[in-house]
């Protein structure tokens, strides 16, 4: 049972990775709703900079996208 939750757990560790990878064509254009960390990654994943406050990161994916 021990074995289910540890699974469970890598699971449910790995569901935010996924998410995060989903979660920008899921959104579209709304990079708001994502952290600051997600957004960088997924500057990092389209080779673009990682640096700014939020808004710059979520201008640098809106501008990526047009």
């Not at 939750?5 to 920008?24: E, F």
Request: glycine share 10%; proline share 5%.
């Amino acid at each position: 049972m021990e074995h289910c939750r540890g699974a469970d757990a890598d699971t449910a560790g790995s569901d935010p990775l996924a998410a995060q990878a989903a979660a920008p064509a899921d959104l579209g254009t709304d990079y708001g709703a994502l952290t600051v960390a997600e957004l960088q990654a997924e500057l990092e994943r389209r080779g673009l900079p990682t640096d700014g406050l939020k808004a710059d990161l979520v201008a640098r994916l809106e501008a990526a996208d047009a």
